[in-house]
């Protein structure tokens, strides 16, 4: 197998550059469409690590078109029907071809929806304190890594690059999107993760949380758009090894995170803000095995 060509950041100089995110360079095609690349940054705690994941862009592409096609039917999404390469000059064309969507320029909602069925991470922590998960109540008894009874939507605002999420109430969204809209978000958004969860365990695997991300069309109508269920948005467990009250494997970025964790300057525990630690390899390797791991489980035949 061919080694995959690793790419931190994009420089297009055929189309206008819009922005860059933590993973994904933005570009202009016209007014109407843009050019998403996936690039092979990885962050955490809301910091861009200064190595790259090799192949990771390539496949948070095909797996965000994967749960695109399959939650088709739930809501529009923001894809075109025209290919990424087609838009750009043609030296760009290889680099862009695997790791990009053309897509429809939206209107972004300016919060994510979250979307958690299992009780893990952060709201583990705060369900020990207060019994709650972003201030809604739940049953006592629950353990690290508990079903949860049913899956719960836990809006955050959507943090500018270098900032951090913060969780906020239903009402709290409300009062930035409006009602109407809100309800929408978290009617949708509980739709598709439902289906994603009925999916993915067929495939042997348990999505414990993700969060989407919307936006509105010309005619002000809802649609999926950025990523969608990618080891970056979402928490993945193998299902033969969970177990309620044990923190389960993971296909996904809390590999990252957990060493992150462990990391000591000077004597000191990382502050989790820039500039983060520099990765070794073998954390970079296993990160790259653990999100190629649940591509091929989900994929397989």
């Known amino acids: 197998m061919s080694t995959p060509q690793v790419l931190h950041t994009s420089q297009l100089k055929s189309l206008p550059l819009l922005a860059r995110g933590k993973v994904r360079d933005n570009y202009a095609v016209g007014e109407h469409q843009i050019l998403m690349v996936a690039s092979d940054r990885i962050s955490a705690f809301d910091v861009i690590m200064n190595e ?7 496949l948070l592409t095909r797996m965000a078109l994967f749960w695109f096609d ?6 529009a999404n923001h894809l075109t029907q025209s290919a990424p390469e087609s838009v750009v000059s043609a030296e760009e064309k290889d680099l862009v071809k695997s790791r990009s969507m053309l897509v429809k320029r939206l209107r972004p909602l300016p919060i994510e929806a979250v979307v958690r069925g299992y009780l893990a991470g952060s709201a583990w922590q705060e369900y020990q304190h207060a019994q709650t998960v ?3 109540p739940l049953p006592k008894g629950l353990v690290n890594a508990s079903a949860l009874p049913e899956p719960i939507f836990t809006p955050a605002t959507k943090a500018e690059m270098g900032e951090h999420d913060e969780n906020i109430s239903f009402e709290e969204m409300a009062q930035k999107v409006g ?3 809100a309800n929408q978000v978290r009617t949708v958004s509980l739709e598709l993760y439902s289906k994603a969860r009925d999916i993915a365990l067929q495939k042997g695997i348990i999505i414990a949380d993700t969060k989407f991300e919307f936006g509105l069309d010309e005619n002000d109508q809802l649609v999926l758009m950025d990523e969608v269920l ?7 467990w193998p299902q033969s090894s969970y177990e309620p009250g044990q923190n389960p494997p993971s296909f996904d970025k809390q590999f990252l995170r ?9 004597g000191k525990p990382w502050n989790k803000e820039a500039p983060a630690p520099s990765l070794p390899q073998e954390v970079i390797d296993q990160t790259a095995q653990k999100y190629n791991e649940v591509w091929l489980r989900l994929s397989a035949a």
């Not at 060493?259 to 000591?264: A, F």
């Open 179 to 181: 009602f109407e809209l």
């Open 134 to 136: 972003c201030g809604l």
């Open 230 to 236: 990618t080891p970056d948005s979402s928490r993945y």
């Open 52 to 58: 790259p994941i090799p192949g990771k862009g390539e």
């Open 258 to 266: 957990d060493w992150l964790e462990s990391v000591r300057i000077n």
């Open 70 to 75: 399959k939650l088709s039917g739930v809501i």
